[in-house]
C-alpha cells in the first residue's frame, strides 16, 4: 500500500498563487509515475498535471498550461504544483496520484493506483 499527503491547498483571490505538495509513503516502487487531478463541484474529476520518472518531461491540461508547474523531488518521493495566476474556476479539490512501476506521464484516471485524500483550493473572484 502507499499513502499520499496532499498539503497546501487553501483560500486565494483571483490572481493569486498557491503551492500544493504530495508525500509519498509505504511500499513504494522504485519507479512510480505521480501527477495531479482535480474535482469542481457537480463536474467529473480531470487531469490537471504531471511529469515522468525523471522530471524532464511534463503534460498539463489546457485549462492550467502557461499557469501551472509540476515538478517533483523522488530523494523524498514528494511531487509539487505550483500554480500561479488563479483563477475562480481552478476552485476543486486537487487529488494528487500515484502509478507504481510506471516511468511515462500517466493521464488517465483509470491508470492511477492510489490516490490522495485531496486538498481543497477556493479562488475567490
Known amino acids: 500500500q502507499v499513502q499520499l499527503v496532499e498539503s497546501g491547498g487553501g483560500l486565494v483571490q483571483a490572481g493569486g498563487s498557491l503551492r500544493l505538495s504530495c508525500a509519498a509513503s509505504g511500499r513504494i516502487f522504485s519507479i512510480y509515475a505521480m501527477g495531479w487531478f482535480r474535482q469542481a463541484p457537480g463536474k467529473e474529476r480531470e487531469f490537471v498535471a504531471a511529469?515522468?520518472?525523471?522530471?524532464?518531461?511534463?503534460y498539463y491540461a489546457d485549462s492550467v498550461k502557461g499557469r501551472f508547474t509540476t515538478s517533483r523531488d523522488n530523494a523524498k518521493n514528494t511531487v509539487y504544483l505550483q500554480m500561479n495566476n488563479l483563477k475562480p474556476e481552478d476552485t476543486a479539490v486537487y487529488y494528487c496520484?500515484?502509478?507504481?512501476?510506471?516511468?511515462?506521464?500517466?493521464?488517465?484516471?483509470?491508470?492511477?493506483?492510489?490516490w490522495g485524500k485531496g486538498t481543497l483550493v477556493t479562488v475567490s473572484s
Open positions: 511529469s515522468d520518472w525523471s522530471g524532464g518531461s511534463t
Open positions: 496520484t500515484h502509478t507504481q512501476g510506471e516511468y511515462a506521464i500517466v493521464t488517465a484516471r483509470d491508470r492511477v493506483d492510489y
